[in-house]
């Protein structure tokens, strides 16, 4: 006989599914497999001028499911775990075809920072135990050509740095923020005679739990950089190392690593004399330290205008709680919130609770309509998940490892599948509105203006934005350099069957973005085209 509890589970079961399926059916967003198994969990990702995109875990891992190169095998005597280590740690993947590629990396990226550099190469820096002083370098190339890492042995960085934040600056020079027990800035190139900078406000805002790791790090149009470490954040002049202003507090508790919130500023435009950070979620203080896995997750958000001379947090909340979730600025503006869970920190299985409901933020929809939910994923993507904007405009959701190895009879599995996830603007119904560009300058100069012609199905009906996004770094639910700028323009003028030119004016200088190679998206009615990489120098 079947109890009356037991019945009652088993129909709330079914509810709960029930009510599942029907919300996948009827919410925006579309969910794809690209990959069915990368051989390698990414915790690290970057997309690349070639459509590549790189995944990277860490090397002191034990096998992985992809083999490297057969006579490449890794050597290293200090490795705790495969001293003679012919598995592949890294991959670059072709999205187009789920094609992989391995590549080889010597020295521990447990936890690494990264940002690209004005030619193109990816600067990838620290990690743990042998890495975490270490300085890489990956110069991406065509999806059938041979490239790979490069371990640079004449330069290293001053300080160890674990779980630190990179930036590029106007000059295209990158700064490291931070790292576990490293509480200062250094340069690449080198600044200051090679040494490390001491930044007092990293120890202050630490905690019992440390709770200022991975600090949010964001490259205002002021060329100052807004940082943001526990609950707190400054107005940071790098060049003469001065804190220039002490932002009010954020309410809602810890937002850094470990205590797994996120953050990302929103497209910059008009005369770009301003810039909005958003900061979301987190897990409650002492979460780490307790190992709670299911005390709920916050869903407060804070947005600040950094710019004003007396800024004050806006305070909403979120449909649900998260951690780990990643904030993906979208070609339109709006910024995707994905992954996560809803229960416990950052941290190998200190996470409950997957929240499989990705969200859209509307910056420009008044408080308590901002957010949106989306229609659910199936995997979980909680502690190493990654989401990074691809240049068709979806968005590429990879990893997922909450365990010291890589471990499949879990409740959460290490993830080796790569999906991508299409927000509402991607609909097969909005494609006769969606613009193709069909030229623009490979290059553009700052302040100078350029033109781009789209094409369109039906006729265009307002003004077509040009935006530059960057392709940032992600890792630990934080994109670094993540960036989106909008273009001045002129109206869309006919310039043939179905075609437009648009005006547009590149950005007046590094301090509204930094120089290197950004997609452009042509943005008509909410729907962006793919993007076209295009150097500003």
């Excluded at 919410?27 to 915790?43: C, K, T, Y």
């Excluded at 190392?241 to 690593?257: H, S």
């Excluded at 869903?299 to 947090?313: F, T």
């Excluded at 409950?352 to 969200?359: A, D, F, G, T, V």
Aim: hydrophobic share 40%; charged share 20%.
């Amino acid at each position: 006989m079947i109890s009356i509890s037991r019945t009652s589970n088993l129909l709330l079961h079914l509810l709960l599914h029930t009510v599942f399926l029907n919300s996948r059916a009827t919410l925006p967003g579309a969910w794809e497999l690209l990959v069915a198994d990368a051989g390698i969990a990414s915790m690290h990702t970057a997309v690349t001028r070639f459509n590549t995109v790189v995944l990277l875990d860490r090397t002191h891992i034990g096998p992985t499911r992809k083999r490297l190169r057969p006579g490449h095998c890794r050597v290293d005597p200090t490795d705790p775990v495969r001293k003679h280590d012919c598995y592949a740690h890294s991959a670059v993947l072709d999205p187009a075809t789920g094609e992989l590629r391995s590549l080889m990396i010597i020295t521990d990226t447990w936890c690494s920072s990264g940002q690209f550099l004005p030619d193109g190469t990816l600067l990838q820096t620290g990690g743990d135990g042998n890495g975490v002083k270490k300085i890489r370098k990956f110069t991406p190339c065509e999806v059938h050509a041979v490239c790979d890492w490069e371990e640079l042995d004449e330069v290293g960085l001053a300080q160890g740095r674990w779980y630190a934040t990179n930036q590029i600056l106007p000059d295209g020079s990158v700064i490291i923020v931070g790292g576990r027990a490293a509480t200062s800035v250094e340069f690449f190139p080198a600044r200051h005679g090679g040494g490390a900078v001491d930044f007092p406000f990293l120890a202050e805002a630490r905690d019992t739990q440390m709770d200022n790791l991975y600090p949010y790090v964001h490259l205002l149009p002021n060329g100052h950089l807004f940082v943001f470490a526990n609950n707190r954040a400054v107005l940071y002049d790098y060049t003469n190392n001065r804190i220039m202003k002490q932002y009010p507090k954020l309410d809602g508790g810890p937002r850094n690593y470990p205590s797994a919130g996120s953050s990302a500023m929103l497209a910059l435009t008009g005369d770009y004399s301003a810039a909005t950070v958003v900061i979301c979620g987190g897990a409650q203080y002492g979460v780490f330290i307790e190992r709670t896995t299911d005390t709920p997750a916050h869903g407060s958000c804070g947005r600040i205008e950094a710019m004003k001379p007396d800024p004050v947090w806006e305070m909403e909340d979120m449909p649900f709680g998260r951690i780990m979730g990643d904030m993906v600025m979208l070609p339109t503006g709006e910024v995707l919130i994905i992954n996560g869970a809803q229960a416990g920190s950052q941290g190998f299985e200190m996470a409950s609770q997957p929240c499989l409901y990705p969200l859209l933020y509307r910056p420009d929809e008044p408080v308590g309509l901002r957010f949106m939910t989306l229609n659910p994923g199936s995997v979980p993507r909680m502690y190493h998940s990654t989401a990074n904007l691809l240049p068709d405009g979806r968005v590429l959701i990879a990893g997922s490892n909450p365990h010291y190895f890589y471990k499949f009879d879990a409740e959460f599995p290490t993830e080796l599948r790569i999906e991508a996830f299409s927000p509402e603007y991607l609909l097969p119904e909005k494609a006769n509105i969606r613009p193709v560009i069909y030229e623009i300058p490979e290059t553009i100069s700052y302040a100078r203006g350029f033109d781009v012609v789209v094409t369109t199905e039906l006729p265009v009906v307002g003004i077509v934005e040009v935006n530059l996004a960057s392709a940032p770094f992600a890792t630990h639910s934080f994109s670094q350099g993540q960036r989106l700028v909008k273009l001045a323009v002129s109206s869309a003028v006919p310039d043939g069957p179905r075609s437009y030119r648009i005006a547009c004016t590149a950005p007046p200088d590094g301090k509204v973005a930094p120089p290197g190679y950004y997609m452009v998206f042509a943005v008509n009615t909410g729907v962006p085209s793919v993007a076209k990489w295009v150097k500003l120098l």
